[in-house]
């Protein structure tokens, strides 16, 4: 998804190279961001946030679970929305 996006934005910013700095700019500085929002909120859960020896509950591993697959399913599908509604001039 990563190599995609990356790809997608070189053809939204097209020959003009002013604006493309701006565009990777503000694209890196939204990614950081929003990664480090995500990991912040996912690992501050107990699930994650349990100490040696303590034991992992049935609870935990299906909250593990959903996480690991919803967070980057719904990642997916909101990046699809967007590229899709995007207009094409």
């Known amino acids: 998804m990563l190599a995609t996006g990356i790809n997608l934005i070189s053809d939204v910013v097209g020959a003009n190279a002013k604006q493309g700095a701006f565009v990777f700019g503000i694209y890196s500085l939204l990614d950081k961001f929003s990664c480090g929002i995500a990991i912040f909120v996912i690992g501050n859960a107990s699930a994650y946030s349990k100490k040696e020896g303590e034991p992992i509950t049935t609870d935990d591993r299906t909250f593990i679970r959903w996480t ?22």
């Open 68 to 89: 690991m697959v919803l967070v980057p399913g719904l990642a997916c599908l909101l990046s699809s929305l967007i590229v899709l509604s995007y207009p094409i001039q």
